[in-house]
């Protein structure tokens, strides 16, 4: 997650904390207790770790604005540098197609940064469609 998390400070320092093990080892244990959450793991041919997926069941209530729905919403995805572009990612990815119509949900939610090009030009490529902005004016 270094180098995803080294992106995000990189991009927003005011919003993003530089990579710290201690806080990322809080964070994986945050998921892995929640029973709605669940991390995938990719492993290389010599069974090395390059990368995981970590996404929540999410249950939408209607308001007066919106229908109810499910949704699985991806929190992280993160492949080490060395393998990108080679399928990992697109395999995590599909494992969480493949999990999400297995729980018979038709929705996958994500956010991507609108200055990470590679990760929006990444979703787009697996059909993932932007249907939301979020903006901000920073007043500091």
């Known amino acids: ?44 041919e010599k069974d090395k770790p390059i990368g995981y997926v970590i996404y929540e069941n999410k249950n939408h209530r209607e308001t007066g604005f919106t229908f109810g729905y499910k949704s699985i919403y991806i929190h ?26 297995e729980l018979g949900i038709d929705c996958i939610e994500l956010d991507v940064w609108s200055q990470n090009k590679f990760a929006k030009k990444f979703f787009k490529n697996l059909g993932f469609k932007a249907f939301n902005e979020k903006m901000s004016l920073d007043l500091k």
């Open 76 to 101: 992280h995805i993160s492949v080490n540098q060395e393998y990108q572009g080679k399928g990992a990612g697109k395999k995590l990815i599909q494992e969480v197609i493949d999990k999400t119509k």
């Open 1 to 44: 997650n270094q180098e995803v998390q080294d992106l995000h400070h990189k991009i927003f320092p005011k919003k993003f904390k530089p990579h710290s093990i201690a806080d990322m080892s809080e964070i994986f244990k945050k998921f892995l207790s929640d029973k709605n959450s669940a991390i995938l793991i990719a492993y290389s």
